[in-house]
């Protein structure tokens, strides 16, 4: 055991037990080929596809958060969308050579990689963050959200099986199976740890980065959407319902205020409600309001990844039991406006400007409401416009004329595919990147001297 000044006996025990078992099997994994290595991250894309439905049903009857069929959709991605773009990717010894400035990289394996896991994408974050250090040659230990523990061990055991049947060592994929605090926050600042990919609340991840292990977090999100007078009304209301009504708002890159050109805002109401978007009076947005934060500021965990019909039923209104979102009007942005923040589920402000600059303003006013560095996107068929947002918009993924949910972690775009998304130093992240494989890779350079 490391000294620690850590109360819990049992859990730096049961994480001293996980260290040292990940520890031996990484250094027999770093001698594996690139062959053999590939060998691994195939079978598990393949094994892990085959159970996507599984998986999602155990995720959505677990938490009760989104639902089975959009789950089944974010397996899928994870096990085969994120394996495609990594499966070509040299890891191993000599992975790439400059002939000109005589310089060759190696790749390097860091370790033991800490995984955090949230309840809201249970299974498909252990998937992609499993396939990641294994196709780095790294172990990877994850601190599961208690709420997701079944799926988040159901999953891990499926990998774990999957490649020790191929002849991994066992202990290269592990998970703590009674998930604390302490545990976790031990695990986070153990000497042997050498990066933390940390995917969850704000706390932890911030916690992730106090800890003194190298960390590559997630910031919150809070998309702005504008979408400017001379988008193509009717695709840009389809991609913003599809989205935000995917898997019930539960990816953090969803749509979560719409900011719409007063020259279009007719077209645009009249687009959504033939969508089913349901548009709360004063009154009934000040109830739904009410239940979207708690007394101390968080996200009420009641309303997170479900259906627009149970909110407005949770918050005493009534409204068609076909609705797909809700929307309340607004003209203000701040902590105290909850239509202004985070919603995981499908809540959408609505805010009218009059110019492009407003637009702007406005879109950039949400991100440092909360979001930023995150997502943001642009309905136009300006090319013009595209620029200047992209130049103005305080954040790392910049999307046009998509979904946001699918359109950041690189489903409808050619983003790297990838369930941690970084939010740069202004969201508080070590990276304004889509994570991926080679965020886990360390790379010794050798280069003559010229």
Same mark, same amino acid.
């Given at each position: 055991?490391v000294?620690t000044?850590?109360k819990d006996?049992?859990?730096?025990?049961?994480?001293?037990?996980?260290?040292?078992?990940a520890?031996?099997?990484?250094?027999?994994?770093?001698g594996f080929?690139q062959k053999?290595?590939?060998?691994?991250?195939?079978v598990?894309s393949?094994?892990l596809?085959?159970?996507? =439905?599984?998986?999602?049903?155990?995720?959505?009857?677990?938490?009760?958060?989104?639902n089975?069929?959009?789950?089944i959709?974010?397996?899928?991605f994870?096990?085969?969308?994120?394996?495609?773009?990594?499966k070509?990717i @040299?890891?191993?010894?000599e992975?790439?050579?400059?002939?000109?400035?005589q310089?060759? =990289?190696?790749?390097i394996p %860091?370790g033991i990689?800490?995984g955090?896991?949230?309840?809201t994408? @249970?299974?498909?974050t252990v998937?992609?963050?499993a396939l990641l250090?294994?196709k780095?040659?790294?172990?990877?230990?994850f601190?599961?959200?208690?709420?997701?523990?079944?799926a988040?061990? %159901?999953?891990?055991?499926m990998?774990?099986k999957?490649i020790?049947a191929e002849?991994?060592?066992?202990g290269l994929?592990?998970v703590?199976?009674k998930?604390t605090?302490?545990?976790?926050?031990?695990l986070m600042q153990?000497?042997?740890a050498?990066?933390?990919?940390?995917t969850?609340?704000?706390?932890?991840v911030k916690?992730?980065y106090?800890?003194g292990?190298?960390a590559?977090g997630?910031?919150?999100g809070?998309a702005p959407t504008?979408?400017?007078k001379?988008?193509?009304?009717?695709?840009?209301v389809?991609a913003?319902?599809?989205?935000k009504?995917?898997d019930?708002g539960t990816?953090c890159a969803?749509?979560?205020?719409?900011v719409v050109d007063? =020259?279009?805002?007719k077209?645009v109401i009249?687009?959504l409600e033939?969508?089913?978007?349901?548009?709360l009076?004063?009154?009934e947005?000040?109830?739904?309001?009410?239940?979207i934060?708690?007394?101390?500021g968080?996200m009420? @965990?009641?309303?997170?990844g479900k259906?627009?019909?149970?909110v407005a039923?949770?918050?005493?209104i009534?409204?068609p039991?076909?609705?797909?979102?809700l929307i309340a009007k607004?003209?203000n942005i701040g902590k105290?406006?909850?239509?202004s923040? =985070?919603?995981l589920t499908?809540?959408?402000?609505?805010?009218?400007?009059e110019?492009?600059e407003e637009?702007?303003?406005t879109c950039?006013?949400l991100?440092?409401?909360?979001?930023?560095g995150h997502?943001a996107?642009?309905?136009?068929?300006s090319?013009e416009r595209v620029?200047?947002?992209?130049?103005q918009?305080?954040a790392?993924?910049v999307l046009?004329?998509t979904?946001?949910?699918?359109?950041?972690?690189?489903f409808t775009?050619?983003?790297? @595919?990838?369930l941690?998304?970084g939010?740069?130093?202004i969201?508080g992240?070590?990276t304004?990147?889509n994570v991926s494989?080679?965020?886990?890779?360390?790379i010794?350079?050798?280069?003559?001297?010229?």
């Amino acid at each position: 055991m490391v000294e620690t000044m850590f109360k819990d006996v049992e859990a730096v025990e049961v994480v001293d037990e996980l260290i040292s078992t990940a520890q031996k099997a990484q250094q027999i994994y770093a001698g594996f080929s690139q062959k053999q290595v590939d060998h691994l991250v195939a079978v598990v894309s393949q094994k892990l596809g085959e159970q996507a =439905e599984k998986l999602a049903i155990q995720a959505h009857e677990e938490t009760g958060f989104g639902n089975e069929k959009d789950k089944i959709i974010k397996n899928t991605f994870a096990s085969e969308h994120v394996y495609n773009s990594i499966k070509d990717i @040299p890891t191993v010894g000599e992975i790439k050579r400059d002939d000109i400035n005589q310089i060759i =990289e190696i790749g390097i394996p %860091m370790g033991i990689v800490v995984g955090l896991i949230p309840s809201t994408n @249970p299974t498909s974050t252990v998937i992609f963050k499993a396939l990641l250090a294994l196709k780095s040659r790294n172990a990877i230990i994850f601190s599961p959200h208690p709420k997701a523990l079944k799926a988040i061990m %159901m999953t891990v055991e499926m990998i774990e099986k999957a490649i020790v049947a191929e002849g991994a060592p066992a202990g290269l994929i592990q998970v703590i199976k009674k998930p604390t605090l302490e545990a976790t926050q031990y695990l986070m600042q153990h000497d042997k740890a050498a990066l933390i990919l940390a995917t969850g609340g704000g706390a932890m991840v911030k916690a992730a980065y106090q800890s003194g292990t190298p960390a590559i977090g997630v910031g919150q999100g809070n998309a702005p959407t504008y979408i400017e007078k001379t988008a193509n009304v009717k695709e840009a209301v389809a991609a913003i319902i599809e989205s935000k009504t995917f898997d019930y708002g539960t990816i953090c890159a969803s749509e979560q205020s719409l900011v719409v050109d007063k =020259e279009i805002c007719k077209d645009v109401i009249k687009a959504l409600e033939n969508k089913k978007a349901y548009f709360l009076s004063a009154e009934e947005a000040q109830k739904v309001g009410a239940i979207i934060m708690l007394e101390n500021g968080g996200m009420n @965990p009641a309303i997170v990844g479900k259906p627009a019909v149970f909110v407005a039923k949770l918050s005493g209104i009534e409204v068609p039991e076909d609705t797909s979102v809700l929307i309340a009007k607004q003209t203000n942005i701040g902590k105290e406006y909850p239509f202004s923040r =985070e919603k995981l589920t499908p809540v959408l402000g609505f805010y009218t400007v009059e110019t492009w600059e407003e637009g702007m303003t406005t879109c950039n006013a949400l991100l440092a409401n909360e979001g930023a560095g995150h997502t943001a996107i642009l309905h136009t068929q300006s090319d013009e416009r595209v620029l200047d947002y992209g130049l103005q918009i305080t954040a790392s993924r910049v999307l046009i004329n998509t979904l946001g949910a699918l359109g950041a972690i690189g489903f409808t775009t050619k983003l790297a @595919p990838s369930l941690t998304l970084g939010c740069g130093a202004i969201g508080g992240s070590s990276t304004t990147d889509n994570v991926s494989v080679l965020n886990l890779l360390n790379i010794k350079r050798i280069a003559y001297g010229v």
